[in-house]
């Protein structure tokens, strides 16, 4: 970890403040100003500004945010979409939640910052269903921004044109998948679609559109007033700026926190989270939601919180979603919930996911219900293999991963239920 | 099926939200996912009487709007009862004792005789895992629910229990 600026505050600058969601609060300390600044940029020097922050999709994927703005042609014809894909669901992350509660301006800021920089005539924020006072937050944002002149025809006399809306899902874990959403937002089920064409070519009803997380908009409006170099500053070489952490499970503390990427992990389990609850002990540790295979006590040593740190150990940073998991959890119930989830929620185009996700589920239901066999932690391996790599999505590999994962590090305890279970 | 409009299914509230979803988006499709929404919230289901009128009123393809209905876990296949219970039974809700507090919520229901209006179904994680367990009764979301603290919470929801 280069950085010694702790606890920047870029996203949760607004923290603690009272009405922290209306535009009078955040318009106090700053906000639309990063738009005012675009707004005295061409669209190819905003690109050029946001690649150079080194600011990375913050959804999961990681994805090089200036990147992929720049691969949305420039001189075309018709129509460009954004979309902000605020369908958090996958389990353990609850940040963009967090974003839409405490700054839902700071998300439409950052979504007519982008909107000019590709061009875009028309914007769509999606949520998950399940966030119904959310909805409402991001709605009267919304609102509040049109009335302000933020949004719609010559924005700012700027004669720059932008309509932003809200859409709501329908409860599919699914449309959390850029084409799967797409999909969605025209009204179909939210079944992905084989890439290329990328989305920047060929996404909304055909046309260029770009789909970007929630809290990757969000860091957006800082860059903008902050410039790239500051935002590079922060973090790790390869890893630039801050991260929302959702954190939960067996701690003290649980919630958002805000933390440059690169932070320690012991630091911020056993500092900032208080440690564990009394009593339970750390048994392992799911780092970025729950598709990232899981950690165990030994891998977590020394460990920092960056995209690079975390693959070294075999896993993903994901969403930020950190699942702390205490020995009195176990390891049959944690990998039969995933197992179960991902069953639950593969859409059922592809077939290694579809009968794969299946499989995983009845083994897990098997051994859970103590009628497992010998051989099962083995099949699980195997299946969980052959579903890689195979399909339109990663929805079968985000299954297959963790699968791996727990059979690898905790078969012994998944083999020790089995025999008892047998024997009982 | 010929066009007696004045016999619509549909409120007036909810033929106004219908036509103004139709216009709102780049394609009609789009205002399917929302108005199957709306149609719920006033109805509790939408029912093939409701996709008839679709089709009938506002020209809606019901293939498209059945795709719609039976794809997506949010529109329900049954009538509801008054209080449908959705609780996370995902990694974190489970491992703070999710399990537990809906063993208690059927015991409640059951002890209380109160099954026509309760319903009790485990979901995918509500994204409030720093407050798990977590459930919702219809749309209403609550924190930290415990097999302790679970039949306060629906009291407030019926008398009976």
Redesign the interface.
């Known amino acids: 970890m280069g950085n010694t600026s702790d606890k920047i505050k870029i996203i949760t600058k607004y923290e603690g403040m009272p009405n922290s969601r209306s535009l009078d609060t955040y318009l106090s300390k700053g906000g639309y100003e990063g738009l005012k600044k675009s707004f005295s940029m061409q669209p190819a020097q905003i690109i050029e500004e946001v690649k150079a922050s080194g600011l990375r999709g913050r959804g999961g994927a990681g994805f090089p945010t200036g990147l992929k703005w720049s691969f949305v042609p420039q001189n075309i014809q018709g129509p460009k979409y954004l979309i902000c894909n605020n369908d958090?669901?996958?389990?353990?992350?609850?940040k963009d939640?967090y974003i839409a509660e405490l700054s839902p301006h700071m998300i439409v800021e950052g979504m007519i910052i982008a909107a000019k920089a590709i061009g875009a005539c028309?914007g769509y924020i999606y949520t998950?269903?399940?966030?119904?006072?959310e909805i409402k937050w991001l709605e009267a944002a919304i609102q509040e921004a049109y009335k302000a002149g933020f949004l719609g025809k010559n924005i700012l006399g700027s004669g720059f044109d932008f309509d932003l809306?809200h859409?709501?899902?329908?409860?599919?874990?699914i449309c959390g998948e850029e084409t799967g959403l797409i999909s969605?937002?025209?009204?179909?089920?939210?079944q992905p679609k084989l890439k290329p064409p990328f989305p920047a070519v060929s996404g909304?009803?055909g046309r260029p559109t770009v789909v970007n997380n929630t809290e990757t908009f969000a860091a957006v409006p800082w860059i903008m007033i902050n410039g790239a170099a500051a935002h590079k500053a922060i973090g790790t070489e390869k890893s630039a700026g801050t991260k929302l952490f959702?954190?939960?499970?067996?701690i003290k503390r649980?919630?958002?926190y805000e933390l440059p990427l690169g932070y320690s992990f012991e630091r911020f389990l056993n500092d900032d989270c208080g440690g564990m609850i009394e009593g339970r002990s750390l048994k392992a540790c799911?780092p970025g939601g729950?598709s990232a295979p899981i950690l165990t006590p030994e891998e977590l040593k020394g460990l920092t919180m960056d995209y690079e740190a975390i693959a070294a150990k075999g896993s993903m940073l994901g969403s930020g979603?950190v699942?702390i998991?205490?020995d009195?959890?176990s390891m049959v119930?944690?990998m039969k919930?995933?197992a179960d989830?991902y069953h639950?929620?593969s859409?059922g185009q592809c077939t290694p996911c579809r009968e794969g996700t299946g499989w995983l589920a009845n083994i897990m239901g098997g051994i859970y219900h103590k009628e497992g066999q010998k051989g099962d932690v083995d099949k699980l391996w195997t299946v969980a293999k052959a579903m890689e790599g195979r399909t339109i999505c990663a929805l079968s590999d985000a299954a297959a991963m963790p699968t791996k994962a727990i059979t690898k590090k905790f078969g012994d305890e998944l083999r020790a239920f089995i025999e008892r279970g047998a024997g009982a | 099926m010929n066009s007696s409009n004045n016999s619509s299914i549909f409120s007036e509230k909810l033929k106004t939200v219908i036509e103004k979803e139709l216009t709102?988006?780049?394609?009609?499709?789009?205002?399917?996912?929302?108005i199957?929404?709306a149609i719920q919230d006033e109805c509790g289901w939408v029912q093939e009487k409701h996709i008839d009128a679709l089709e009938k009123e506002y020209s809606l393809n019901r293939i498209?709007v059945k795709?719609?209905l039976t794809?997506?876990?949010?529109?329900k296949q049954s009538e509801p009862k008054k209080f449908e219970i959705e609780f996370c039974?995902?990694?974190?809700c489970?491992?703070?004792g999710a399990k537990d507090a809906m063993a208690k919520i059927e015991e409640l229901i059951e002890k209380q005789g109160v099954n026509s209006e309760f319903g009790l179904k485990g979901v995918?994680?509500?994204?409030?895992?720093?407050?798990?367990p977590a459930m919702?009764v219809n749309?209403d979301?609550h924190h930290k629910i415990t097999n302790e603290n679970v039949e306060k919470v629906l009291s407030r929801y019926s008398s009976t229990i």
């Open positions: 958090e669901g996958e389990p353990g992350t609850f939640r028309k998950r269903y399940e966030f119904f006072e809306d859409y709501t899902g329908a409860g599919a874990y969605s937002l025209e009204g179909k089920k939210g909304y009803l959702s954190i939960s499970g067996a649980p919630g958002v799911i729950a979603a699942m998991i205490d009195r959890m119930e944690l919930v995933i989830f639950h929620e859409c | 709102r988006y780049e394609t009609k499709r789009s205002a399917i996912l929302p199957c929404h498209q795709e719609v794809f997506y876990k949010a529109y039974d995902n990694i974190v489970c491992m703070m995918p994680c509500l994204g409030v895992c720093d407050q798990a919702l749309k979301r």
